[in-house]
Nanobody, 118 residues
């Protein structure tokens, strides 16, 4: 059973930065993919950024140029550096990991609130 431990999040003014991290422990397989999703009130959960085991990244258009996803594979940790934050980035952010041994199924972390004030 994979257990995800998140840190980061909180309240920040528009234009500020936050860093989210998510540690995946308990997996007997390396990670095939790791990602961050977010869900704003009244909206569907959406992909923010994803990174593959090979280092390929994919970003939502709204995140391009402002957010950076990275990993520490040795520690099975995924990070999301968020810069130039906007009020519309306000949402609950979730990490998602997909170990090689469970493709196409993965594990979700508990959400963390990010609030950007104008």
């Amino acid at each position: 059973q994979v257990h995800l431990v998140k840190s980061g999040g909180g309240l920040v003014q528009a234009g500020g930065s936050l860093r989210l991290s998510c540690l995946a422990s308990g997996s007997t397989h390396p990670m095939y993919a790791m990602a961050w999703y977010r869900q704003a009130p009244g909206k569907q959960r959406e992909l923010v950024a994803a990174i593959s085991s090979g280092g390929s990244t994919n970003y939502a258009d709204s995140a391009k140029g402002r957010f950076t996803i990275s990993t520490d594979n040795a520690k099975n940790t995924v990070y999301l550096q968020m810069n130039s934050l906007k009020p519309e980035d306000t949402a609950v952010y979730f990490c998602y990991v997909e170990p090689f041994g469970t493709i196409p199924f993965g594990y979700w972390g508990q959400g963390t609130q990010v609030t950007v004030s104008s």
